[in-house]
């Protein structure tokens, strides 16, 4: 396609394929994950930067929320909202997924 053809900057029919409350909750998350990176002075330029920023906002998170699911549910929809806006970001962040992973294993989930 021409660089020339604008492009929608709603993207409607990507945000048609999710619920309203799941791109809220994503949004949110990801705003979430952006704010934390401006009071920390944070400007990932490449991938891996941005890799590594996301798994220090994890760390900061599992302190903040301990083994609550709460914490680890708000990074895994921080990603998603990361995913929603750039999805060529999902084979380029390897440690979150492993932080991720770990994060279960740190404070797995019980039923009550």
């Not at 999710?18 to 330029?45: H, M, V």
């Amino acid at each position: 396609m021409a660089s020339s053809v604008k492009k929608h900057s709603k993207r409607f029919l990507i945000r048609a394929a999710y619920k309203p409350s799941t791109i809220s909750a994503y949004t949110t998350a990801y705003n979430r994950f952006l704010s934390w990176c401006r009071d920390q002075g944070e400007d990932p330029t490449t991938w891996e930067l941005l890799d590594e920023i996301f798994v220090d906002w994890l760390h900061d998170l599992f302190e903040e929320y301990g083994s609550t699911g709460q914490g680890k549910s708000i990074g895994i929809r921080a990603r998603q909202g990361l995913f929603l806006a750039l999805p060529e970001a999902k084979s380029h962040l390897p440690r979150t997924a492993t932080a991720l992973k770990g994060w279960s294993k740190e404070a797995p989930t019980r039923s009550y």
